[in-house]
Every structure is written in structure tokens, then in C-alpha cells.
């Protein structure tokens, strides 16, 4: 069967680039949580994660001042909840209270984790030159977390218009890598 053409403006669904996650801000004032899913490694020691974040979040002003945030990991079992996140503003919201989330202390950052999260992880801005152009951070994780509770824990991965994939079947292939 020939391919079909597919509108440029939806090509974001074909490149996926891992779970949905909840990013974590505090400003000295207040928590907030957002909702983001374009996000990509960039090196593994120290480990390096880039994320996009527009001005237009609330949270970036946040991320902007402190150069800290935490990158939490929902699973499946939350999944309205992280919805709900991303589709309500921290403006005038706490995101905490309405989504009934838990936050918990950092070890080595002032934003705060999420409790019901399987893993979290703490960061700092390690770079800001592609912000203003691209809202795009580089940030180095300087302390993660799992719940060994939520073992084999399902993440959502976002495909545009109200869908999403979760995660399921792993499978072994060899490799040379380790």
C-alpha cells in the first residue's frame, strides 16, 4: 500500500520522545506542577535531560528564577490526574490541593516530589541558551528517586489530540551496550 501524505502540523505524534511527565517548580512562595511530554537524554554522566518549556507556563517564570525543578514519572494509575495538570493553569490553581497529590521535601532541590509518582528526579538549569529562542532547558539531575513499591510501573506517552500509548509488553534483544 503507498504511503499517504500527513499534515506537518501533527508530526509532533510521530516523534513521541518518552513519558508524559509532571515537572515540579517552586518559586519561594509555592509549588506548582506541569504537565510536559518533550523531553530527550542528552548525556549520561553527568546525566543531561533537555525539556521544552514555553514562557507561556506558568512554571517557567518559576524554573527561570530558581534553575530547579523535579522531574516526577506518573504511571498509569494516575493518569486522570496528570491530565487534569495539563489541562489547568497554576496561575490561580493549586495543582497540589485540586488533583489530591501529595508533595514531598527534595534532598537537594526546592521544588518538591511527587508522592504518588514512581520516580522522581531532581534538577537543576544546566543551560539556558536555547530558552529564549526555543524555551528549551538543559537540565543536570543532581538526585533521583523510585518507589520500589511500583515495581514494572506503566508510563503514558502523549499522541496528540487527547490520546495516549501505555507502556506495556519489554522485550530482550541483545546488544553491546550495557
Known amino acids: 500500500m503507498p504511503k499517504k501524505p500527513f499534515p506537518l502540523s501533527e508530526v509532533y505524534r510521530l516523534l513521541e ?23 530527550t537524554m542528552m548525556e549520561f554522566e553527568p546525566p543531561l535531560i533537555g525539556c521544552v518549556i514555553s514562557d507561556r507556563n ?4 518559576a524554573l527561570m528564577k530558581t534553575k530547579e525543578c523535579v522531574i516526577n514519572i506518573p504511571s498509569d494509575k494516575i493518569a486522570k490526574e496528570m491530565v487534569g495538570c495539563g489541562n489547568t493553569s497554576g496561575r490561580n ?36 541558551k536555547m530558552v529564549d529562542k526555543y524555551g528549551f532547558f538543559v537540565l543536570e539531575a543532581v538526585r533521583a528517586w523510585v518507589d520500589p513499591a511500583q515495581k514494572n510501573a506503566k508510563t503514558l506517552h ?9 507502556a ?11
Open 158 to 166: 502523549h499522541m496528540g489530540m487527547g490520546k495516549f500509548m501505555v
Open 168 to 178: 506495556g509488553k519489554t522485550i530482550r534483544l541483545r546488544s553491546k551496550a550495557k
Open 93 to 128: 490553581t493549586d495543582k497540589f490541593r485540586k488533583f489530591h497529590l501529595t508533595p514531598v521535601a527534595s534532598s537537594q532541590v526546592g521544588a518538591p516530589l511527587i508522592d504518588e509518582c514512581f520516580a522522581c528526579i531532581e534538577c537543576r538549569v544546566a543551560d539556558t
Open 17 to 39: 520522545p518518552g513519558p508524559v511527565v509532571l515537572i515540579t517548580t517552586h518559586d519561594g512562595k509555592r509549588a506548582d506542577i506541569m504537565t510536559q511530554s518533550w523531553h
Open 58 to 61: 506558568f512554571s517557567f517564570k
